[in-house]
């Protein structure tokens, strides 16, 4: 069985940076385009950020656009977000999982990881 593990979320001040990083063994170094998504409590998952798999495309949703950074290592099998200037409404539980298509925000698997929790206070 597929393992997503998300880790490098924390709480930190409004304003601040946050490095998160997925490990997905089967997915990045299987060919997938990658993604972020993130979910609110009381909100619907939503997408974020987008790798192809060679990563020479990259796409954000405009709520992050010229703050976050997608970006991975296919020999580690790692995919990663920098985010920076956050505000507390980047706070969220975040995921990593695999698209279909790199256009598209649906995912290869139904399967996800634990997530890693961002808390940005004001």
């Known amino acids: 069985q597929v393992q997503l593990v998300e880790s490098g979320g924390g709480l930190v001040q409004a304003g601040g940076f946050l490095r998160l990083s997925c490990n997905a063994p089967?997915?990045?170094?299987?060919?997938?385009?990658m993604a972020w998504f993130r979910q609110a409590p009381g909100k619907e998952r939503e997408f974020v950020a987008a790798?192809?798999?060679?990563?020479?495309?990259?796409r954000y949703a405009d709520s992050v656009k010229g703050r976050f950074t997608i970006s991975r290592n296919n020999a580690k099998k790692q995919v990663y977000l920098e985010m920076t200037r956050l505000t507390p409404a980047d706070s969220a539980m975040y995921y990593c999982n695999a698209l279909r298509a790199f256009s598209s925000n649906r995912t290869s698997f139904n399967q996800w990881g634990q997530g890693t929790q961002v808390t940005v206070s004001s």
């Open positions: 790798i192809s798999w060679n990563a020479a495309d990259t």
């Open positions: 089967g997915r990045v170094d299987n060919g997938y385009a």
